[in-house]
């Protein structure tokens, strides 16, 4: 089993994009986006304000190799989401159909057109999640969407996860100049999370980057180290 596809996914910053990818991720946004420095691998549409015209216009620009497409949220939406999905297949190489849907699974198509589906699970945060039970996805490629690497890790346990994303890594560099471990920092407040200073590193330049550095080469190694080659 290889190790999923990394996909550090955020706009609006180039240096921390270029940390990403220089640590063996790839490059996504959500799109439109504020700034796009490089070749766009993964691109997410605004679930909370979507806007088809404007998103697969977008996607026909940048033409990555996959995209999400309308969350599938309420039974009812099905006719629309495999729309907006049909209209992706045209630009893309896998459509990521995100479904909150329980007992709706069996009801989608393995392929789109020229483009393979892959299930987008959106891993439960305050930001957002899905309802629907992991064994649901069973059988499908899966793309994990969002949440902490180490909750990522237990979820690709059950299913075949074959991609990942997020930005927590991010946000927490920023915020708190945490990077992540693989819960080996017993001696932080947080053991997945130590901040820079409980390591013994007054870093007081460029400390969030220093940090969100950190934390890519330790994901990158972790997916490695603990799948099977």
Not at 19 to 26: D, P, T
Not at 117 to 146: D, I, M, N, Q
Request: aromatic residues 12%; glycine residues 6%.
């Amino acid at each position: 089993m290889a190790a999923p596809t990394l996909i550090y996914c955020a706009d609006g910053n180039k240096r921390f994009a270029e940390i990403a990818l220089a640590a063996g991720f790839r490059y996504g946004v959500r799109l439109p986006a504020q700034g796009c420095y490089f070749p766009v691998f993964f691109a997410d549409q605004d679930w909370k304000n979507p806007n088809p015209a404007r998103y697969i216009a977008e996607l026909a620009r940048h033409r990555p190799q996959m995209a999400t497409v309308l969350d599938w949220e309420r039974d009812e939406q099905l006719p629309e989401v495999l729309g907006w999905a049909e209209d992706a297949a045209q630009y893309v190489k896998q459509v990521l159909i995100v479904p909150k849907v329980i007992g709706g699974i069996a009801h989608l198509p393995s392929r789109i057109g020229d483009a393979e589906v892959v299930l987008a699970y959106s891993v439960p945060t305050t930001y957002g999640g899905t309802s629907v039970p992991a064994w649901e996805f069973l059988g499908w490629p899966v793309h994990l969407l969002g949440g902490s690497p180490h909750r990522q890790m237990q979820i690709a346990r059950y299913l075949n996860v074959v991609s990942t994303d997020g930005n927590m890594a991010n946000l927490m560099a920023t915020r708190y100049c945490q990077f992540w471990t693989s819960g080996t920092a017993r001696y932080a407040r947080d053991r997945f999370w130590p901040r820079l200073d409980e390591i013994g590193e007054k870093v007081t330049i460029d400390a969030p980057y220093e940090a969100f550095r950190r934390s890519c080469e330790n994901i990158v190694r972790a997916w490695d180290a603990w799948l099977p080659n």
